[in-house]
T-cell receptor, first 117, second 111 residues
Framework: AQKITQTQPGMFVQEKEAVTLDCTYD???????LFWYKQPSSGEMIFLIY??????QNATEGRYSLNFQKARKSANLVISASQLGDSAMYFC??????????????FGAGTRLAVHP | NAGVTQTPKFQVLKTGQSMTLQCAQD?????MYWYRQDPGMGLRLIYY???????DKGEVPNGYNVSRLNKREFSLRLESAAPSQTSVYFC??????????FGPGTRLTVL
């Protein structure tokens, strides 16, 4: 069965430093996708970054990068130069099945990040 | 361009009451989804609609029904609410890219 594991219930980081949020996954499907979403205290789900299983390079979006290690089945989120506004819950999610069209997502339990000044 | 909208934002029900959560998207997406988020957990898929005219069960469909009214709208109905359905409900949509875009959520309390 497909599964997403986030082992860090909470993390804290000093402002302007980098932080890595861990995510491991389990799937037998050779085609899959991995997502990171941010949920601030206001509650909305904000898409951050996506990595496809066949993508050769690690995904990057501004200060966010995804450290994709396929053999280890890990997809860690790296946030560089942390800002106070990065304080939020972060969810890792995996797409079942092939790319395009509808995608059923499986979510991890999340990691709460606190950025300290 | 509002993205995904949900109504209501908050709702309190008594056990046994029924209600419908509304969701609409203006991004011309084919696929729409309903998730629930319980404290300390990630989102779990209730139902989804791959395209207009089709709906399918997700991970936790019991106690819910859905209607894909048209391409824009996807509603979630609780026929007889139970305290176990107290949760935050999110609607999402996706197009030809891989990304799902979420609405702001509905916080539902069943007493």
């Amino acid at each position: 069965a497909q599964k997403i594991t986030q082992t860090q219930p909470g993390m804290f980081v000093q402002e302007k430093e980098a932080v890595t949020l861990d995510c491991t996954y389990d799937t037998s499907d050779p085609s899959y996708g991995l997502f990171w979403y941010k949920q601030p205290s206001s509650g909305e789900m904000i898409f951050l970054i996506y990595q496809g299983s066949y993508d050769q390079q690690n995904a990057t979006e501004g200060r966010y990068s995804l450290n994709f290690q396929k053999a280890r089945k890990s997809a860690n989120l790296v946030i560089s130069a942390s800002q106070l506004g990065d304080s939020a819950m972060y969810f890792c999610a995996m797409r079942e099945g092939g790319a395009g069209g509808y995608n059923k997502l499986i979510f991890g339990a999340g990691t709460r990040l606190a950025v300290h000044p | 361009n509002a993205g995904v909208t949900q109504t209501p934002k908050f709702q309190v029900l008594k056990t046994g009451q029924s209600m419908t959560l509304q969701c609409a998207q203006d991004m011309n997406h084919n696929s729409m989804y309903w998730y629930r988020q319980d404290p300390g957990m990630g989102l779990r898929l209730i139902y989804y609609s791959a395209s207009e005219g089709t709906t399918d069960k997700g991970e936790v469909p019991n106690g819910y029904n859905v209607s894909r009214l048209n391409k824009r709208e996807f509603s979630l109905r609780l026929e007889s609410a139970a305290p176990s359905q107290t949760s935050v409900y999110f609607c999402a949509s996706s197009g030809t890219s891989n990304t799902q875009y979420f609405g702001p959520g509905t916080r539902l309390t069943v007493l």
